[in-house]
Nanobody, 127 residues
Framework: QVQLVESGGGLVQAADSLRLSCAVS????????VGWFRQAPGKDREFIGG????????YLADSVKGRFTVSRDNANNTFYLHMSSLKPEDTAVYFC????????????????????WGKGTQVTVSS
């Protein structure tokens, strides 16, 4: 059974930093592209960043570029979203996801086509 469990969300103030973790089990982690999505109230889910199998390929959405990074630890089946200079508009539920396709394919997938999802963790940034 595949499980993705996010942790690290919470309430922070603007300009703070936060690190989200996603612990993965039940699959061959190093064979999967991993990514982070977020969904703010009333908005569609947004793909904000991902990293390929070996960590050599990565992507960040323009909305978070320069403030967020994605990393992975294949030895521990975990990947991370490092967030800094947080803004109130970053408030959302953040979801981690895994998919066996290449990162450039994952970027174009619909949510329902992503293979595995975590349940989400709330990040709230106060002004």
């Amino acid at each position: 059974q595949v499980q993705l469990v996010e942790s690290g969300g919470g309430l922070v103030q603007a300009a703070d930093s936060l690190r989200l973790s996603c612990a993965v089990s039940g699959l061959i982690f190093r064979a999967y592209t991993v990514g982070w999505f977020r969904q703010a109230p009333g908005k569609d889910r947004e793909f904000i960043g991902g990293i390929g199998w070996s960590g050599g390929n990565s992507y960040l959405a323009d909305s978070v570029k320069g403030r967020f990074t994605v990393s992975r630890d294949n030895a521990n089946n975990t990947f991370y979203l490092h967030m800094s200079s947080l803004k109130p508009e970053d408030t959302a539920v953040y979801f981690c996801a895994c998919d066996s396709r290449h990162l450039y394919q994952v970027r174009g997938l619909r949510d329902q086509d992503i293979e595995f999802w975590g349940k989400g963790t709330q990040v709230t940034v106060s002004s």
